[in-house]
């Protein structure tokens, strides 16, 4: 335990060089949690407001692994989707230069074709207005030849599995997986003051505290595919948890292992069905973690990475966009917290 207090002191290190404000973080193995502390701050402006260990915290890309993914993988097991569903079975409107190859596959592992950004926010009018405009958006290089990480992916995954649903997602995720979980406190626009902030909003010179810090996000009035998701560390690793006994009967041992095998090897990325895989890539996950060790980041400065062969998760929740995204400590910090953790190992 004392190695894994030492890993844990970095945190502390990282609040007092500034690499972010506050953190909580929590180690866990297939019995349960073995560790979880918070530190720091979960606001400096205007007021310093003290980190605790049930802060909420907005997962930002997380959302992409948390929510649309494991609902993916529910309405699969259902008979409800397929991985090698064409996107155009499900809106019509999805329509140019090779878009009818793209499938639910490529969307999964970001090997569709799109860009990686662009502000729908300024582009479109509404939400339904911003699915058309992906569908319309002519592709940037041949599906399946590339593995370019976009938003656009998830938002359109997020959409049609809302279509499937009938609901929106923050309904259907309620429903089919943070209740059966028992995620109490995770949720979409959440309630409550006891949430980390993140960057100051230029117009109103406030930072964003229980609203989505994604522009696109945001602009889906907080509920979308890619973004939008808000949970802490006690939901997280039950949801964890889950993870690491491979399923769990939460979801098929089957739909586990599909869902954390690398399916784009040779390409720029490494990825499951919507989860990065470590293999033997630069990665948050550690330099030491086993290649098939899987997870995923938010910008926001949140990440959570299961190595089952090491029997070991790691979740950090940090709040570094806080008071400005300029701040990018975090994409080394997390290696080296992972390194301290899993060098704790027997």
């Not at 041992?253 to 990065?276: I, K, P, Q, V």
Request: hydrophobic share 40%.
């Amino acid at each position: 335990m004392d190695k894994l207090n030492k890993a844990f002191e970095l945190i502390n290190d990282g609040v007092l060089k500034g690499d972010f404000p506050g953190a909580v973080a929590a180690v866990g193995n297939k019995e349960g949690i073995i560790k979880v502390e918070n530190f720091g701050s979960r606001c400096l402006y205007p007021e310093k407001l003290p980190m605790s260990k049930d802060t909420l915290f907005d997962l930002a890309s997380l959302t992409k692994v948390v929510a649309t993914n494991t609902l993916f993988m529910i309405f699969l097991e259902k008979g409800l989707i397929s991985v090698y569903d064409s996107v155009d079975y499900y809106l019509s409107e999805f329509k140019g230069t090779y878009k009818e190859n793209v499938t639910i596959f490529n969307l999964l592992t970001h090997t569709a074709g799109f860009v990686p950004f662009k502000p729908l926010y300024e582009l479109c009018s509404n939400y339904e207005d911003a699915i058309g405009y992906i569908c319309w958006l002519e592709l940037d290089y041949k599906p399946g030849t590339r593995c370019i990480y976009s938003d656009f992916s998830y938002i359109l995954l997020g959409y049609i599995l809302e279509k499937i649903g009938g609901a929106r997602l923050n309904v259907l995720c309620k429903k089919y997986i943070f209740e059966p979980l028992q995620m109490g406190d995770t949720a979409f626009n959440p309630k409550g003051d006891n949430i980390a902030a993140t960057e100051i909003d230029g117009s109103t010179k406030k930072p964003f505290i229980g609203i989505c810090h994604d522009e696109n996000g945001r602009f889906f009035d907080g509920i979308s595919g890619h973004a939008g998701l808000f949970s802490n560390i006690d939901d997280l690793c039950k949801f964890s948890n889950m993870l690491i006994n491979k399923g769990n009967n939460f979801i098929s041992y089957a739909s586990f292992r599909a869902m954390t095998t690398n399916h784009t090897f040779g390409l720029e990325d490494n990825r499951g069905y919507g989860w990065s895989i470590k293999g033997d890539k630069n990665s948050s996950a550690g330099d030491i973690a086993f290649p098939e060790a899987f997870g995923h980041t938010g910008f926001t400065g949140t990440s959570l990475w299961v190595d089952v062969k090491n029997d070991i998760y790691i979740i950090l929740l940090t709040n570094r966009v806080h008071p400005t995204r300029d701040n990018l400590n975090i994409i080394r910090f997390r290696r080296l917290f992972s390194n301290a953790v899993l060098a704790t190992l027997g």
